[in-house]
Every structure is written in structure tokens, then in C-alpha cells.
């Protein structure tokens, strides 16, 4: 997976970032080992004292602990990674707000738009809830089923803002379920990208979170 | 650890003064840029630093030692332009260094030009500009010195083999050497990079760590580098 760190911002919060999402989405799973620090460093081609400062802060927020000789493991406290995610999804949710705000969106209008998004993401992943929390042990499992199918879900939303444009806001009941492997290329997001459609793209991302 | 310490390096050629009381340290174990631009002393200071150049006036150590045969053998550089003769095949530049540093590993040499898809048979003066210098890269990173030099080392190199060479700066350092490169290239170095120095007019401007200056600004190295020296 390419880090596609920003240039503006101090690498280590992006690096800090993405182990984050890793651990949320599940690639990490409670427990696990991380790779070396000059692994991970070769591997988002940055400096291994960058990756050292980024993994000695989440050392130090808990998430993850360092066992003397044997190297860096993810913490297995559920509740805190629960806790993470929570606190992530709130401040995406809060961004999406914002940036819908800008475009002039009242409260009714972000809710209906929401509801519609839904229901259509719904209606093209019918399954992605249903191995939702059954035990502890597919909780984390099912997260990562959520952000993948918060993947497709962002697709679908962009057809049908593209839908949209082009019937003037009708809706596409029947947008074609995406496949995961056409999805996997980016550049297919790229096209047509408004600030409206990134916010609509979050939006969904956020809502799948929330569907359980 | 101090790896490199400047103390008051000054070098004048004729009346035109290169370098004015430079006085620098570097850690061990870091990554410097060296930027500034064109005509900023920045050839001067590695070159001095490499022993290539005598101070009009101050005096650089490596680990301790003043800049001489003691310090060269700890110091790796990389020129700007080819010092390799032409005439030479890239085998026989191997063999050449491997003569001359007790360091020099040719395993790794190899190891690298194969990577890079570069036969060891060629003659040094019948590869492109881009080929030359990655082969005289290749000899300089293959030492395994405490402080390596690098002059303008990815400005001829395609941008895949960049990363690859980057990757392999990263790599193939140990974690007690420093490495100080002068580039123009800052996009492409800045996220490897710790610490940058700015030098301007011979003297240094700036000296600091990264992170703190992308914290402070919000702005990546390369964008405050086009506002600190706009022309």
C-alpha cells in the first residue's frame, strides 16, 4: 500500500495517522507485531528516526507497547482501539460537516441527502452489516469488512453525483454494485472530484460506520 | 554523538569569499539536507569537509579527527561531476575502490548495479550521464564510512531509479553515520531528510530539524525553500 504522505504537514503525525487507521480498519490486528522500525521506513520511504519519533508517540499514547527484544506489538485493549475509531468517526463526521456547511447545505437538506446516500449504499451491500458484532473476535473482522465496504459505498456515491448532474437530481435506484477489485484503482476517484462530492464521499464512509 | 563539527570554516578564492564562518555540528545517525541556491557555497563546504580544499581560515573534525588522511578514511564523497576515467569499465572502478577503502564492500556494489540493471562490463565513458553517475553513487554508498558526502546525487537519475536509490540510502546506512546531501531536489529528499540546513551567501541561515520547521510553517522544505530565496 503507497503512504502518499502530504507535504505539509510533519510526517510523523501522517505516519501517527496511518498506523491508526490500520489498526482501526483491522490490517493490525489486536496483538500483532509491527514490522521494524527500518522496515516500515524503507517501506514509506522516509527517514527510520521519522519512524522511530512516530512509534515512540504511539508508544506513549498506549496504542501500541514494545517488548524489549522482541520488537513493537499493537495493543490489546479493544476498548481503546473502539475508542480510537470512535473519536476518528466523530471528527470526520465533524469535518464532512463543516465542509458541507460551506457549500451552504441546512440541516434538512444534509439529512435527506444522507438518508437517500444510505439507502442506496444499502441497497447495492446488503451483507456488509450482517457480520457485524457477534463476538469479540468479528468485531475487529467486520471493521474491516466496514471501511472496504465504506470503499465501495464512497464509489456508488460518486455515480450517483455523476448521476445526478447529468439527469439533474434524479436519483439512480439501481447504480451497478461495484466490485472491489475495479474499485481498488484510484484513479477512477479521481475523475470528476468536486469538494461536494468528497464531502458526500466521507458522508458515506461516516454513515457506514454508523449503520450498526 | 558529534559526527561532523565546523568550527568557524571560512574559504576565499582570490577576493571572492566562498564561505564565511560556517560553524556546524551534525549527530550521528541523521540525514541533512544541504540546500541553498546556486553559487550559496554548499560545493565549498562539502569539499572542504572531504578534505578536497584547504581553509583560509577555521577547521572541521570528523568524529574528533581534523580534516586530513584520518578524516578521509571515515568521510564517503560523492562529486557533482564524474571523477571516474572513462576509459575505465564499471568492474574495473569497483576493483579500483575496493583497492583503496578498507571499507568497500563489491558485494554490494553488485548487488546494487545488478538491481539497477548496469553491466559491470561497460566501459565508464559509454554510459549515459544518468548511468555514470548512479555507477559513481553506487561506489560511494557502497563504503561503509560515518559520514557520507553526497554532492547533487540524484540530479541526472530518472525518477523510479530515484526512489530506488533513496530507498537504499535509507537502507544501507547504519544507524551510526550521518549523511549530508546537497541537492535541488527538495521535493524528492524531504521525507528522508531530518534535519535541513540553509546556507545563503556562503554563510548558514537556518539549521534545523524538519519536522519543526513543517510544524511551524505548515508548508513542506521545498515551498519555504521558493519563499526563503525568491528571486
Known amino acids: 500500500m503507497p503512504w502518499n504522505l502530504d507535504s505539509d504537514r510533519p510526517i510523523f503525525i501522517q505516519i501517527i495517522d496511518r498506523i491508526q ?3 482501526i480498519a483491522g490490517c493490525y490486528q489486536p496483538g500483532d507485531k509491527l514490522p521494524s522500525v527500518r522496515e516500515l521506513a524503507q517501506d514509506a520511504s522516509v527517514n527510520p528516526n521519522t519512524m522511530q519519533k512516530a512509534l515512540s508517540e504511539l508508544e506513549r499514547t498506549g496504542l501500541v507497547y514494545s517488548q524489549r527484544t522482541s520488537g513493537r506489538f499493537i495493543t490489546e485493549d479493544r476498548e481503546m482501539i473502539r475508542a480510537l475509531r470512535e473519536q476518528q468517526g466523530q471528527q470526520i463526521a465533524l469535518h464532512f460537516l463543516e465542509n458541507m456547511k460551506k457549500l ?19 441497497h447495492n451491500q446488503p451483507h456488509s452489516t450482517e457480520t457485524h458484532g457477534h463476538s469479540a473476535e468479528t468485531h475487529t473482522h467486520s471493521a474491516e469488512t466496514h471501511v472496504y465496504s465504506a470503499e465501495t459505498h464512497t464509489h456508488s456515491a460518486e455515480t450517483h453525483v455523476y448521476s445526478a448532474e447529468t439527469h439533474g437530481h434524479s436519483i439512480t435506484p439501481h447504480a451497478q454494485p461495484y466490485n472491489a477489485a475495479v474499485h481498488a484503482q484510484p484513479e477512477q476517484k479521481q475523475q470528476h472530484k468536486s469538494s461536494a462530492q468528497e464531502s458526500l464521499a466521507e458522508a458515506c ?4 460506520w454508523r449503520i450498526p | 554523538m558529534i559526527l561532523l563539527e565546523c568550527k568557524n570554516l571560512t574559504k576565499q578564492y582570490g577576493f571572492h569569499t566562498a564561505l564565511s564562518h560556517v560553524s556546524l555540528q551534525v549527530g550521528s545517525g541523521h540525514i541533512v ?3 541553498g541556491p546556486n553559487g550559496s557555497g554548499k560545493t565549498t563546504l562539502l569539499k572542504l569537509i572531504a578534505g578536497l580544499l584547504a581553509p583560509t581560515a577555521g577547521m572541521a573534525y570528523v568524529m574528533g579527527e581534523p580534516i586530513g588522511i584520518g578524516s578521509k578514511r571515515l568521510v564517503s564523497y560523492l562529486p557533482d561531476h564524474p571523477c571516474l576515467g572513462g576509459h575505465m569499465r564499471v568492474q ?5 575502490f575496493e583497492d583503496f577503502y578498507v571499507d568497500f564492500s563489491a558485494d554490494c556494489a553488485h548487488d546494487m548495479l545488478d538491481k539497477l540493471d548496469i553491466d559491470p562490463c561497460c566501459r565508464i565513458k559509454s554510459l549515459s550521464k544518468g548511468t555514470a553517475e548512479k555507477v559513481q553513487l553506487i561506489l560511494t554508498m557502497s563504503r561503509q564510512a560515518s559520514l557520507y558526502l553526497l554532492d547533487e546525487p540524484i540530479a541526472g537519475v530518472d525518477p523510479a531509479a530515484r526512489d530506488y536509490i533513496l530507498r537504499t540510502i535509507i537502507s544501507n546506512y547504519n544507524e551510526n553515520a550521518s549523511i549530508l546531501i546537497s541537492t535541488h531536489l527538495i521535493s524528492d529528499i524531504e521525507n528522508i531528510l531530518d534535519e535541513v540546513i540553509f546556507i545563503q551567501h556562503g554563510s548558514i541561515r537556518a539549521h534545523c530539524p524538519v519536522d519543526s520547521i513543517r510544524q511551524q510553517e505548515g508548508k513542506s522544505i521545498d515551498s519555504i525553500f521558493r519563499e526563503v530565496f525568491r528571486c
Not at chain 1, 104 to 122: H, R
Open chain 2, 92 to 96: 574495473e572502478a569497483i576493483h579500483f
Open chain 2, 33 to 35: 539536507g544541504l540546500l
Open chain 1, 104 to 122: 451552504g447545505y441546512g440541516k434538512d437538506e444534509i439529512l435527506a441527502l444522507l438518508t437517500q446516500l444510505l439507502e442506496t449504499a444499502l
Open chain 1, 205 to 208: 464512509k461516516i454513515t457506514t
Open chain 1, 21 to 23: 487507521a490500520d489498526i
